[in-house]
């Protein structure tokens, strides 16, 4: 449980840290709360020759709002997302699964960027991320740019980020009219990472038919996904227990779920349609049906 | 005699303070001048010759001072001792680092020591050993077949040992019985995992040709013994201590190799040497526990009387025999008869190697398979009769009057009231109203379950014609000439609290404040000899030895205080601390005074040695055999596989008790271990003999999160085997809660047809069988 040895830099602004992105390629990595990346190197499973802290950077950990969206920084604890009272009233989804993820101690010091940008496939933030549709901004030596949500997992601890952009901010929708969010996990009891995590958002229209509606699946596939088999059988319709469950069915309808010692694909993709149906229930009930 | 005011006291524990202000000393924290470090390379192959090891590029690596091979040692240290007897044990040469083949994943192949851990670590990557993988065995029950790879080639086969035992004609009972079922059971391997991993600081004075050793061990005095032997140093040269000490749950019984190696690079450098465990070599190379595959069998009546019981069971032994590893599947076979009485046992244990690390005591060692056993079947035999699972534990308990009450497997049980605690437990936990709402959820698809195990199990350990390695205790007690009291024990706690309990029973013999009362443990070169603490005897053996020890003391006290008093040791009365003539309690004397006049030794009677100390050494009649009843209520969900505790109930029964609050935190632990087997943990190796838990990331320990809010109740029925009263507690929790956990969840799913789950019970497993079967016939069957 001892790292190899390491240089250790602080960059006081993004541009810094940047560079030195783009001066040490391969061995460097971005140091955010470390609750990843840390353990990989305790076990020399990752040996990275610089570790760039993007701690001291001012601003990366700020949630604020900004017209009908909601700005994350990449930097926010998952105990500030868990915590935060903007959240809370506008886009209750984050800290319903921010206080999931983890410990207290891993909250304190795990950060949102840092969770999306490793893509741990069972990890739990993509799921509201994906649910919601967010955006995600990276800055890299030619300037900032704009990546969808679901453009941004590209697999197995895979991202659209190059390896000279920094992720830098999270942008998700403020939520209004008659909505209701829910994130239901099956954990792995030993690390506390989801087998399978299903984030709900939706939306009903004065009648109470579910007009819009946003579903993110974690731990389930190699990469964590939109199911949009299943919100396309829900958009439109009135949401009933026997609607949702159909619907829910086709969770991991396409999906090579994964498979190891504490699940098999089988499992998973059971997990998958059972935590779907409760948690759009759970979100349907919160909004008022 | 005075009045008792501590012994059953709830007093704080008194090393506390120091644990959580973070003030106590561990390993880790001793500091020498001059310490080295030490990093061990460890296999990765689980069964493979080691052809070559070149170690040259390690050596250049920046503070590395020296890199030991196998070869490097030769027979210079003595190989891992095994102290369990049995004539057909076979016991491979297990060297400190091998040197020909390594036979698990995590054996110890080369030893680098630097001026940092650092170094230490990263010339681990530079050291390369090349292996000639072989075929590799680790399921113990392909082991025994034909095709199996044989891992030590001086046998023809994977035998380790057998084990049998035999009583009562069980052929003529199976024949004639109304009923017989049968159940195969799976016990699975369990990492003990405490909190604080192995440790060993070595320290060697050529001068004085002396050597001690620091190490997070139960047992120094026997480290001491075992490590002159493997050292071959005399005994007189070798000082253990084992300080602060942050758990061990028997994966601390022992001598591992690390131990013997750093003696031996302390006094080949002439420099101190440090090696901390990390929690990958900790769930690698130090013993597992468990591991066992039973095939059981039970004849009863069709009124529910047992009438005998058959168990043939494969013992997972690893590559390799720890210091107890053959004997924890024996007391197993010991245990069989449970709480019941059952006039036909027999058990038959073949231990088996694999390509795996030792297995050896843990938290209950042996005991918590063989409840198990029993307490799963009474549920198997009550659901195939239609009985109810409280009237079938009735039907056979051996009653009050029947004590002491022997066993077919010749034990004698102490003393014991089983139907007492079952009926204080039953009525804790409101069994009939949990059966009412379970029926009554049954109908709204919801799946409730009570599950039941009374246990007993067999505690201070014990006497020394049944153990391998002596079964008494030391005790020393000595008033210092200011009147403070130091006690010296042999057990070594680590955890129990005896730091507190002890003080406890002295304070009440001499009359003395607690506070005035140290307890000294864990140093070979202060406390005199020793066994140690393992087997729940360090209160019930060791607890005595310091009473008895007290009591010379105060008898000796006695008698200088009536010579001062030039009276009759008859007329002598002991008050408040104070000794006074009878008639003259105004005029006393207190333990202070007279300590002062027995070191001074002006006023002493003639041939009176001076001093006021005294030393006894308990040797115990019998083991003692706690009991109690744990009630379980779960609640399961059939589509995800959840179990959800809903409540939990434990009455035990360990004796008198000492300090209640020792006593309820041992239950507490116990349980959440037991629990912990029941659903969560399992060390798992796959056919290449890989370990794919080798973290806690993978390895589910329980969490604060899992573990509910346990009911605890106890009846109190001494023992006689010692003076105290104290049978031991160590362990109970463990014992009786993982059948409880099982039998309630078995009893949640029987609308399913489910009659057994193996551990752990993780949801996929409970989720397959609801799958499998459909819930069509739920209802009215229990």
Request: hydrophobic share 40%.
């Amino acid at each position: 449980m001892i790292p190899a040895a390491f240089d250790y830099l602080a960059p006081a602004t993004l541009e810094e840290a940047i560079r030195a992105l783009g001066t040490h390629g391969e061995e460097v990595k971005l140091l955010a709360g470390g609750h990843s990346l840390l353990p990989l190197m305790k076990l020399r499973l990752a040996s990275p020759t610089l570790l760039v802290d993007l701690g001291r950077i001012p601003s990366l950990g700020l949630i604020s709002q900004e017209g009908d969206k909601i700005l994350i920084g990449a930097l926010s604890t998952h105990y500030q997302i868990e915590s935060s009272k903007l959240l809370k009233e506008k886009c209750p989804l984050l800290p319903q699964t921010a206080r999931v993820i983890g410990d207290v101690q891993v909250r304190n010091r795990g950060t949102i960027g840092g969770s999306l940008a490793h893509a741990d496939p069972a990890a739990d933030m993509p799921a509201p991320i994906l649910a919601l549709a967010g955006e995600l901004r990276a800055t890299g030596p030619q300037g900032e740019r704009r990546l969808k949500a679901e453009d941004f997992f590209l697999g197995l601890m895979a991202t659209a980020l190059s390896p000279t952009e920094i992720l830098t901010e999270i942008r998700v929708p403020l939520l209004s009219g008659r909505c209701g969010t829910a994130y239901l996990k099956a954990p792995q009891k030993a690390s506390g990472f989801a087998l399978v995590g299903v984030a709900v958002w939706l939306k009903l229209s004065a009648s109470g038919i579910c007009e819009d509606i946003g579903i993110g699946v974690a731990g389930l596939a190699a990469k964590p996904f939109r199911a949009k088999g299943v919100e396309r059988r829900l958009r439109g319709k009135n949401l009933n227990p026997s609607l949702i469950e159909e619907a829910a069915s086709h969770t991991a309808q396409g999906v090579d779920p994964m498979e190891d010692i504490h699940a098999s694909g089988e499992f998973r993709a059971d997990l998958a349609r059972l935590y779907a149906a409760r948690a759009i229930q759970e979100a349907a009930k919160r909004a008022g049906v | 005699m005075p009045v008792s005011k501590l012994v059953g006291a709830k007093v704080r524990r008194r090393e506390d303070p120091r644990l959580i202000r973070g003030l106590a000393h561990y390993v880790d924290d001793i500091s020498l001048p001059g310490i080295l470090h030490v990093a061990i390379l460890r296999s990765p192959y689980a069964h493979a010759r080691i052809k070559g090891i070149q170690t040259e590029a390690a050596l250049q690596v920046p503070r590395v001072v020296a890199v030991f091979t196998g070869s490097d040692i030769g027979d210079r240290v003595g190989a891992v001792p095994v102290a369990s007897q049995n004539p057909t044990l076979r016991v491979p040469k297990r060297a400190v680092l091998a040197s020909d083949k390594v036979c698990f994943v995590g054996e110890a192949v080369a030893a680098v020591v630097a001026e940092d851990r650092y170094a230490a670590t990263d010339a681990l990557d530079r050291i390369r050993v090349d292996y000639e993988p072989l075929p590799v065995v680790s399921d113990p029950e392909k082991a025994l077949g034909r095709e199996s790879p044989v891992i030590h080639s001086e046998w023809p086969d994977n035998v380790a040992f057998r084990w049998t035992l035999k009583q009562g004609n069980l052929s003529k009972v199976f024949k004639d019985a109304d009923k017989v079922v049968k159940q195969r059971l799976v016990h699975q391997r369990l990492a003990p995992i405490a909190l604080e991993p192995r440790g060993v600081v070595a320290r060697y004075f050529p001068g004085e040709g002396e050597l001690t050793l620091w190490s997070s061990t139960q047992i120094p005095h026997l480290l001491k013994t075992q490590l002159s032997l493997m050292l071959k140093l005399p005994e007189n040269y070798v000082r253990v201590i084992a300080p602060e000490v942050g758990g061990g749950f028997g994966s601390k019984l022992n001598v591992y190799a690390e131990e013997a190696l750093l003696g031996y690079l302390a006094m080949k450098l002439n420099r101190p040497v440090k090696w901390i465990e990390g929690r990958r070599e900790n769930i690698q190379a130090t013993i597992h526990g468990r591991g066992q595959v039973g095939e059981v069998e039970v004849a009863a009546e069709r009124d529910g009387t047992i009438l005998g019981l058959q168990y043939r069971v494969i013992a997972d032994i690893g590559a390799y025999h720890q210091l107890l590893t053959p004997g924890i599947p024996p007391l197993t076979g010991l245990m069989l008869s449970g709480a019941y009485k059952i006039p036909a046992i027999s058990i038959e244990v073949t231990g088996v190697f694999t390509n795996k690390m030792s297995t050896d005591a843990y938290r209950g060692a042996g005991r918590p398979e063989a409840t198990y056993v029993v307490e799963r079947m009474m549920d198997r035999v009550a659901r195939e009769l239609g009985m109810d699972p409280v009237k079938i534990r009735r039907k056979n308990f051996p009653k009050p009057k029947e004590f002491p009450f022997k066993t077919a497997t010749g034990l004698v049980y102490d003393s014991g009231n089983y139907q007492l605690a079952l009926d204080k437990a039953l009525k804790l936990v409101g069994y009939e109203k949990w059966k009412r709402q379970q029926k009554r959820l049954r109908s709204q698809g919801r799946y409730l379950g009570i599950g039941l195990s009374t246990y007993v199990e067999i505690c201070a350990m014990g006497p020394s014609a049944a153990m391998p390695a002596g079964g008494w205790e030391y005790g020393a007690v000595r008033v210092e000439p200011t009147g403070k009291v130091t006690i010296l024990t042999g057990v070594s706690p680590h955890g129990q609290g005896q730091e507190t309990s002890f003080a406890q029973i002295v304070a009440d013999e001499l009359g003395v404040e607690i506070d005035d009362i140290t307890v000294i443990h864990g140093d070979t070169a202060v406390v005199a000899s020793g066994i140690g603490t393992f087997g729940s005897r360090a209160t019930a053996v060791g607890g005595t030895a310091v009473l008895q020890a007290a009591q010379r003391v105060k008898e000796k006290a006695r008698e200088i205080a009536a010579h001062l008093f030039e009276a009759d040791l008859e007329d002598l009365v002991f008050a408040d601390g104070k000794f006074s003539v009878k008639g003259v309690p105004k005029k006393g004397i207190t333990l202070e005074q007279i300590a002062l006049e027995a070191h001074m030794a002006r006023k002493l009677p003639k041939k009176m040695e001076p001093g006021l100390s005294a030393t006894a050494v308990f040797e115990p009649s019998n083991f003692t055999f706690p009991f109690g009843a744990h009630i379980c209520v779960v609640e399961v969900d059939p589509k995800s596989g959840a179990v959800e505790i809903k409540k939990y109930v434990a009455v035990d029964d360990c004796g008198k008790v000492i300090n209640p609050l020792l006593v309820d935190g041992q239950i507490q632990g116990g349980i959440a271990q037991g629990l912990g087997q029941a659903l969560y943990e399992e060390v798992i190796y796959d056919e290449n003999g890989q370990l794919l838990t080798g973290s806690l990331m993978d390895y589910a320990l329980p969490r604060a999160k899992d573990v509910p809010r346990f009911e605890l109740a106890r009846t109190e029925t001494p023992t006689p085997v010692n003076p105290l009263g104290a049978k031991g507690v160590g362990e109970a929790g463990t014992i009786g809660s993982t059948p409880a956990i099982v039998n309630a969840v078995v009893d949640a799913l029987s609308p399913f047809g489910v009659t057994h789950i193996d551990m752990p019970l993780r949801p996929e497993k409970i989720w397959r069988l609801c799958q499998a079967k459909e819930a069509a016939s739920a209802g009215g069957r229990r």
